[in-house]
């Protein structure tokens, strides 16, 4: 079978019916969980707590999240996407059911930590994208999955403000996020998962024979030879860990013996540290915390810089999010005009990036802040889902649950460092954050045009026979 008529039959087995229904759970994932988010330092200064003690709080998910997001998402490997998912999505609507029977800080923080631990169902949702749809497809699919998400985040503010305005409108709204994390559940719960079984091992079978055949491809040139084992050693975790587990994934399940899903976790998360992906992950840190740099004093640089009132500076961030929906749907276009060399499309996306985070550091006028958070959306959204698909290609599919969670993790590291550098960048100027942001930047593109060869070189000789 050549590979058109492979493209024909994987298009023609992909389960658009379960894809869709991923979509509808990342809207509803983050429509309610927006709609808490903005009212948790009112709540817990209402509950008494002093500045200190509320950032100590506040910062108590980022915490549980930079340590579980790598663990959960090596175990949604081990005993499959569907128990993995389920068992995320319970333990929310249990995290955010008990935020709203919280009437003192401890309970508020004792709320934070099933939510911290178990908030990964975005991660596992990736991951069973990567799952369902071959590797030319992946970009599309996942861009079209942040823009579902995206316009969850842009409504969830807007109803949980109207709740607010009731009596108890916190704890109402808490209760009616738990609740639509239970109707989550009840969704995973009924997709067919034996389409999504099936279309996953017809994939491993594909994927197994396709880098069978481009290592018997490969000529015995000393080039060729480096090449062959920087790929090998790049997915040694994935197929290493896939003999010791000892089982399919078919035969994955949530009771399997706590020891044997603790040994397969930890040999994932062994491969994937052993494994050469170092300059993905630094990329990945670098961007997250220039972009979190870019966004980190924005309201109060444009007051203190445009006199601009709350008002429209709202505004402002209501139409980047706006557009950052609606930029997930170019993913797959942009992606098809580079020919999916993702790795040109990413130097070329962070380019842009650090060009407009300079614009808008020396911006005049309202007008440019607004030319640049136009740009600014579209680059962000079209790297994140380009960084995403290179560690999958470059880890291997199999294991995309280790490596979503990886990445996350990295992110998060971003969401601690972020802040601090923030706040030092401000004793200079209001312009600080970004112009710091801009030399991260600057180091990203620097990696990227070192790197960037040597991924190029190291795809096309993975799929030298397809």
């Known amino acids: 079978m050549n590979n058109s008529q492979c493209a024909i039959t994987d298009k023609r087995r992909r389960p658009t019916r379960i894809i869709r229904c991923i979509y509808v759970v990342g809207f509803m994932d983050l429509f ?18 002093s500045p200190t003690v509320a950032g100590i709080v ?51 923080m004792l709320a934070r930590i ?16 990567s799952d369902l749809v071959s590797e030319k497809e992946r970009p599309l699919v996942m861009g079209h999955f942040n823009a579902a998400s995206s316009v969850g985040f842009i409504l969830g503010p807007v109803v949980g403000g109207y709740l607010t305005e009731h009596e108890g409108g916190f704890y109402l709204s808490s209760f009616f996020c738990a609740s639509i994390f239970l109707l989550n559940t009840g969704l995973v719960w009924m997709l067919p998962w034996s389409e999504t079984l099936n279309h996953h091992t017809d994939t491993i079978a594909n994927t197994n024979t396709k880098t069978s055949n481009s290592y018997d491809g490969l000529n015995s040139s000393p080039h ?3 090449d062959k084992k920087q790929i090998r050693h790049q997915n040694a975790f994935v197929v290493r860990s896939q003999a010791d587990r000892g089982w399919s994934w078919m035969d994955m ?27 993905l992950f630094l990329v990945r840190l670098l961007m997250a915390v220039a972009i979190m740099l870019y966004y980190s004093n924005f309201s109060l640089a444009m007051e203190e810089r445009f006199h601009l009132k709350p008002k429209v500076t709202g505004y402002l961030i209501s139409y980047s999010s706006t557009l950052g929906a609606l930029a997930g749907c170019l993913v797959g276009p ?53 960084i995403t698909d290179l560690e999958l290609q470059h880890g291997g599919s199999q294991a995309s649950g280790t490596l979503i969670g990886a990445g996350q993790s990295v992110t998060a590291v971003g969401r601690v460092l972020a802040p601090l550098l923030s706040g030092l960048a401000q004793e200079f100027s209001p312009c600080g954050p970004p112009s710091l942001g801009v030399v991260l930047a600057l180091v990203a593109v620097g990696l990227l045009l070192v790197r960037t060869p040597k991924w190029d070189r190291i795809t096309k000789v993975k799929y030298n026979s397809d």
């Not at 309610?32 to 707590?49: C, E, N, Q, R």
């Not at 915490?63 to 319970?90: A, H, M, N």
């Not at 040999?267 to 994937?272: E, G, K, N, S």
């Open 114 to 129: 099933p939510v911290g631990l178990f908030k990964h169902s975005l991660s596992i949702c990736r991951a069973l994208l």
């Open 224 to 226: 060729n030879c480096s």
């Open 32 to 49: 309610g969980v927006s709609m808490i988010i903005p009212l948790l330092s009112h709540h817990v200064k209402d509950l008494g707590a």
């Open 334 to 386: 942009v992606t098809h005009l580079y020919g999916n060399n993702m790795s040109a499309l990413l130097l070329h996306s962070t380019v842009l990036t650090c060009t407009v985070i300079f614009l808008y550091a020396t911006a005049l006028s309202v007008w440019q802040v607004l030319l640049t958070s136009t740009f600014f959306t579209i680059s962000t959204t079209i790297g994140r889902t380009c």
């Open 58 to 108: 506040g910062s108590t998910y980022g915490v549980l999240q930079l340590f579980s997001s790598t663990v959960v998402g090596s175990w949604s490997d081990v005993v499959g996407r569907r128990y993995s998912l389920l068992t995320c999505l319970l333990l929310s609507a249990f995290g955010y059911g008990l935020l709203g029977l919280s009437s003192s800080i401890a309970l508020f």
């Open 253 to 279: 399940s949530l009771f399997q013996p706590a020891w044997r899903q603790l040994t397969s976790v930890w040999i994932q998360i062994c491969m994937l540290a052993s494994s050469d992906m170092w300059d």
